[in-house]
């Protein structure tokens, strides 16, 4: 490897590393805003259809999503049985509880308008100016990412 090849490598990590502070910073306020986002919506009947979006509460049971956890509790009785049972226990107790998970989306042939996306960004700390600036490169982005997953999406909201 040349001293060039070694140089571009390191300029390029220390490069992403720069970029994912203040990426990291804003992904953390988003997962942070959602959840109180979500539970502030209170929809008639747990359902609502509106003209540009959609959503629906819907209570699942919350043991498929423990799953790999139980696998690593059976490790653990294994090599502690006396307390494995007792986290066991405690485990199964909370495993009848139900979650309740908020699903939405966007009619079909509707968008989201710029303002839209804009106020979240002021939300975030930005400028009018910074948001403008950054609006259509983040779209490019989202677009180019959305193809790739489904549109509807949910979020836990107790």
Known sequence: M????LERQLIGLIAADRLDI?????????????????????????NY???RVYASIVEEDATAKARTMAEAIGVFEEQYPRHGKVLRGLIE????????????GIQEGCRLTADDYLGVMADLGFSESQ????????????????????????????
């Open 2 to 5: 040349t001293n060039e090849t």
């Open 22 to 46: 203040p990426i990291s910073s804003m992904s953390g306020k988003l997962k942070r805003m959602k959840p109180k986002l979500a539970k502030a919506i209170s929809l008639p009947e747990n």
């Open 49 to 51: 259809s509106g003209q």
């Open 93 to 104: 107790e909370t495993r009848t509880a139900k979650e309740n998970n908020l699903y939405f």
């Open 131 to 158: 948001a403008r600036n950054l609006y259509e490169p983040l779209m490019d982005t989202s677009r180019k990412i959305s193809r790739k997953r489904s549109e509807e999406r949910s979020i836990l909201i107790d």
